[in-house]
């Protein structure tokens, strides 16, 4: 029996493991699922891997299970808003009393058989909640994303079923390695041999990582090519065909031979149509309109490559003459990406990421004054700083007169805070 309150169960969370406190490894949360005896055996398990897009072929293929009546568990990572998005059934967040009775069960299992030094990481922590929940719920499949490369994650400590790779490119470079060989290597340590591993064409170093994996390991390979879009998409954005199609390709594999009898009827064309339609992601290409008639778009990008795509779409939409806000992490190349974001919009406010080391705005607006850009160009972009993204967002309402829009981009986290106070702005939504 549950004995304590979410409020509780988050404030053990934090004096336990605080967030941002990442010490990796995989012993930690091997010996906790033994200690609450697998729960991830009673169900099959799909991993999600890469660089960009993981988020959005998750919701894809969620909604298109769920369409087709399967009971289904999401592990989606960050959350932007609160702690209980992290365990999704059923197309449905977690309560914050099914969060708390699931970390309960957690907490219980340690408190009677932890017998390590350490202690189970934050993540680690919320993932053990996360299979528990899901083993109670009586979900017949997960989609499980991994947050950081794939080695070191808490993912990896199960067995998947199958694992979809999206998009490599360089991120977390600290960590994961400086090429784009290395990189792939750390995201595809979750494969298994002799499992499936469903991925989209990606640049050749990371297709001989494949390769060598299929020759090396036995790894059934199935390449994903980009569909024709014949279907309304619920996402936003012109990466979402390429998502879509790996959801595709991953549901063929779900009901040819993961779980066959879930399908007894194969794939139905109008459950594919209309998951696809339905399909949702929060900050995301996400658009708010606010009562003053300002368009506000908050979206996660925060690498280059992504970055690059949701700068682009922003930039062509507004003629260069949109607002940014903008913040960076302080792992990031800032000398690399500011002048994308210089190159994207008529006003840009630098702000800081909340919870994290990021770079400090009058450090990137040093950074944005050393780009060379047309002298004419260079004069007609206003920059300011602002210590938060409150203060960002009411620095570029001011400087709109009438209607315009505004990109929030850089990080989820920074996203997530930025949801939460446009929700109090707005007339509409559309949640891309």
Do not use: A, H, M
């Given at each position: 029996m549950m004995v304590w309150s979410f409020e509780e169960a988050e404030?053990?969370?934090n004096d336990t493991a605080p967030p941002g406190k990442s010490v990796y490894g995989l012993g930690r949360i091997n010996h906790l699922l033994e200690i609450l005896h697998h729960p991830e055996n009673g169900f099959k398990k799909v991993t999600i891997v890469g660089t960009n897009g993981k988020g959005s072929t998750i919701a894809f293929l969620d909604a298109i299970l769920l369409a087709h009546g399967l009971k289904v568990a999401c592990h989606i990572k960050p959350h932007l808003e609160e702690v209980t998005e992290r365990i999704r059934i059923n197309g449905v967040d977690s309560t914050p009393e099914e969060f708390a009775a699931a970390l309960w069960e957690v907490k219980t299992g340690i408190d009677s058989g932890w017998t390590r030094e350490d202690r189970a990481t934050y993540f680690e922590l919320i993932f053990a909640a996360f299979l528990c929940a899901a083993k109670n719920a009586g979900v017949e499949i997960v989609l499980m994303e991994a947050g950081l490369g794939g080695r070191l994650d808490a993912v990896n400590s199960v067995d998947s079923d199958l694992v979809v790779l999206t998009s490599i490119g360089f991120d977390h470079t600290e960590l994961l390695g400086e090429t784009i060989e290395e990189i792939t290597g750390e995201k595809v340590a979750v494969v298994r041999p002799g499992s499936i591993l469903v991925v989209q064409e990606n640049p050749g170093e990371v297709m001989d990582v494949i390769d060598r994996l299929k020759f090396r390991d036995q790894?059934?390979?199935?390449?994903?090519e980009?569909?024709?879009?014949a279907f309304e998409l619920?996402?936003?954005g012109p990466y979402q065909d390429i998502n879509s199609s790996l959801a595709l390709a991953a549901l063929d594999v779900v009901s040819s031979e993961i779980l066959p009898e879930s399908f007894p009827g194969g794939i139905n064309p109008d459950f594919v149509r209309m998951g696809l339609k339905n399909a949702r992601l929060p900050g995301r290409w996400e658009q708010f309109i606010s009562d003053t008639g300002i368009r506000w778009i908050i979206d996660g990008g925060h690498n280059e490559s992504g970055l690059e795509m949701v700068l682009?779409?922003?930039?062509?939409?507004?003629?260069?003459?949109?607002?940014?806000?903008?913040?960076?992490?302080?792992t990031k190349a800032a000398e690399k990406i500011i002048p994308m974001v210089v190159d994207s919009a008529g006003h840009i406010i630098f702000t800081?990421?909340?919870?994290?080391?990021?770079?400090?705005?009058e450090n990137l607006e040093s950074i944005a004054g050393t780009i060379p850009?047309?002298?004419?160009?260079?004069s007609q972009i206003q920059i300011d700083c602002a210590d938060s993204i409150e203060e960002g967002i009411e620095i570029a309402e001011a400087g709109i007169k009438g209607t315009g829009s505004v990109l929030i981009t850089g990080s989820l986290y920074m996203v997530g805070e930025a949801r939460g106070i446009l929700k109090k702005k707005v007339s509409e939504s559309d949640p891309g």
């Open positions: 404030q053990y969370l790894v059934d390979v199935r390449l994903c980009r569909q024709n879009r619920g996402l936003n682009k779409r922003f930039k062509d939409e507004t003629s260069g003459t949109g607002t940014i806000i903008f913040g960076l992490k302080k800081r990421i909340p919870y994290f080391e990021s770079w400090e705005p850009v047309e002298r004419d160009r260079l």
